[in-house]
């Protein structure tokens, strides 16, 4: 469990350690890799306490739970509570987000994905700087112009 927090969400070994020490502090779980159910923002590790989402990393701290909470809806989560796939937020904050693209280690060798296609962000991000628009690359990927106009974006974000 240790290891799969540490590689496979990103979090520090320093975070992991103080929302363990946290947890058998103050939750009294003697051995909480193992009974407390973690989430995690990539960053800090969260628990449940009494109807709150608190930062175990922070000694307690009261999370925003909306907000964490809506970004936690896009991971996707195996039965063993492990993240296997992330879908980045591709539109303004007053939009409606959308999962059309998807950061999955089985597909697209992890780098971003045009939501079920498997075709990398980064090639159609390439045509469209070579000049071609996003009617006929969605017509090439048979995909509808917002999946291009969603990749394009969030691939422009990133370089800025």
């Not at 962000?121 to 469209?128: A, D, L, P, S």
């Amino acid at each position: 469990m240790l290891a799969a927090i540490r590689r496979g969400h990103g979090v520090a070994l320093q975070r992991v350690r103080k929302a363990i020490q946290f947890v058998q502090r103050e939750l009294h779980v003697e051995r909480p890799l193992i009974h407390a159910k973690f989430k995690t923002d990539g960053v800090d590790l969260f628990v449940d306490q009494w109807g709150r989402l608190v930062n175990a990393s922070k000694d307690g701290q009261v999370a925003m739970r909306g907000a964490l909470e809506s970004s936690l809806k896009r991971v996707d989560w195996d039965r063993n509570g492990l993240a296997v796939r992330i879908f980045p937020l591709v539109r303004s904050a007053t939009d409606p987000q959308p999962k059309s693209i998807v950061i999955d280690p089985e597909r697209g060798f992890g780098r971003p994905t045009l939501a079920g296609t498997g075709v990398r962000v980064e090639i159609v991000v390439e045509r469209y700087r070579a000049g071609e628009s996003p009617a006929e690359l969605a017509t090439d990927y048979r995909v509808p112009v917002e999946l291009i106009d969603d990749a394009v974006r969030s691939e422009l974000r990133e370089a800025s």
